[in-house]
């Protein structure tokens, strides 16, 4: 079983509609992150979470740290909003402070449709 | 300052040449990551550097990969004998101290034919 678990795998929409994206894992965390990822690779950080709530523009970002879940919201979607999201934890280190690297998740791949 | 910039943006080379590939972060960063992505899998951590030590190393790292980080700035991906089984997206990432957010290069692609 995979760390860091994300739902739905594919994910598609009409324009305007609201979105969520779910991240779940399995092992302690520092830091929650969301990113998104472009074709041709290139990878943007969006949000990284410890506790509550982001929001950017039509973004949000929830965590719940008890059930070791995150959702990413998009409201209002629209085709630029086309890409993989990709949830990754930071690890907790075992004094408490954080290892750094990142585990990702496999990603879910949007498709917004005009 | 431009972000974390890798070189080359693609390469395509033949199994059992070696290739090499560079990552500047951005300068004030202290952590340098690097990960790998194959095609429909999100990036598997490879190695990471804390100014020019290299202070962990996955077990995807073979004995065929090297990295280096000389004075702390930029750092290089070596992978010597290349593979079929190598071809991916070598990523590249910063971070100030591993705790704040991080900072994504571009990526290199890998293809070995």
């Known amino acids: 079983k995979n760390e860091v678990e994300q739902s739905p795998q594919n994910l598609t929409a009409q324009e305007g509609e609201f979105i969520t994206i779910n991240c779940s894992y399995s092992v302690g965390i520092s830091a929650l992150h969301w990113l998104q990822q472009h074709p041709g690779g290139g990878i943007v950080s969006l949000f990284m979470l410890s506790s509550g709530k982001k929001k950017h523009g039509r973004l949000i970002a929830t965590i719940n740290i008890q059930e070791k879940h995150s959702s990413l919201h998009i409201t209002a979607s629209h085709p630029r909003d086309s890409a993989v999201y990709i949830c990754?934890?930071?690890?907790?280190?075992?004094?408490?402070?954080?290892?750094?690297?990142?585990?990702f998740g496999k990603g879910t791949k949007l498709s917004v449709k005009p | 300052d431009t972000g974390v910039s890798q070189n080359p943006r693609h390469k395509i080379t033949k199994r059992g040449q070696n290739v090499t590939f560079r990552c500047d972060p951005i300068?004030?960063?202290?952590?340098l990551y690097w990960y790998r992505q194959t095609l429909g899998q999100g990036p598997e951590f490879l190695t990471y550097?804390?100014?020019?030590?290299?202070?962990?190393k996955s077990r995807l790292l073979s004995d065929r990969f090297s990295a280096e980080r000389p004075k702390g700035s930029f750092s290089t991906l070596e992978i010597q004998r290349t593979e079929q089984g190598d071809s991916a997206m070598y990523l590249c990432?910063?971070?100030?101290?591993?705790?704040?957010?991080?900072?994504f290069g571009s990526g290199t692609r890998l293809t070995v034919v």
């Open positions: 990754a934890v930071t690890l907790r280190g075992g004094d408490g402070g954080s290892q750094g690297n990142l585990i």
């Open positions: 550097f804390q100014n020019e030590a290299q202070l962990e």
């Open positions: 990432a910063s971070s100030l101290d591993g705790t704040r957010g991080y900072t």
């Open positions: 300068s004030e960063h202290n952590r």
